[in-house]
Structure formats: C-alpha cells, structure tokens
C-alpha cells in the first residue's frame, strides 16, 4: 500500500477521486479543501484547492501517475508519493487497500 497526495481545483476533486476508483487505481479517496499560498512563475498566489488523500495498492502507482496527469488540469500536478510503515498499520485495512478495496467474501 502506498499513500500519495495530490492538489485539484475543488471543482474537479470529486470527477478525479470517482474515476480514479471507478478504474481500480485506488480503493479510497479522501477529499480535503484547504487554502494553497504558493510561487509560480514569479507571482505568489492564493488559491482554494482539494487535496486528494489517494490510498493506493503499491504495484498501481505507475498507472495513478499516469492516469492523475491524464485527469489533471495543472500545467504541473502535484503528485508525492508517501512510504507508508506497514508493521506499524492495521494489517486487514493495508490488504484491504493492496487489494484494490475489494472486500473478502
């Protein structure tokens, strides 16, 4: 299981997080809004954006790279991955996610 952060337009981050599940490249979105002060290309801006939360098996993350920049409209997306500490996480919850979020049954 890895994490990866991504920042969108508010109005884009419910599209983005759907299709991104929808196609099995994540089994969980979370959707945060936050306030985003940044430099780009000489000018400080002030912008509301959606950090996107993407838990993400660990073999899918070259696809969620590819596919993030395929639904993203930034010139440059953010996209960081996070190692995660799995010996430290719940074990069901990381096999759950390694799955593609699907549910033993």
Known sequence: MKIAL???????????????????????????????????KGTVCDEPESTLVLKAPSDAMDRLRVRLLELHPYELPEFVVLELDEAASLAPYVAWVDSGGSVPG
């Open 6 to 40: 991504a920042n969108v337009p508010p109005d884009r981050a419910d599209s983005i997080a759907r299709a991104l599940v929808a196609e099995g490249l994540v089994a969980c979105v979370n959707i945060l809004p936050v306030r985003s002060i940044y430099r780009w």
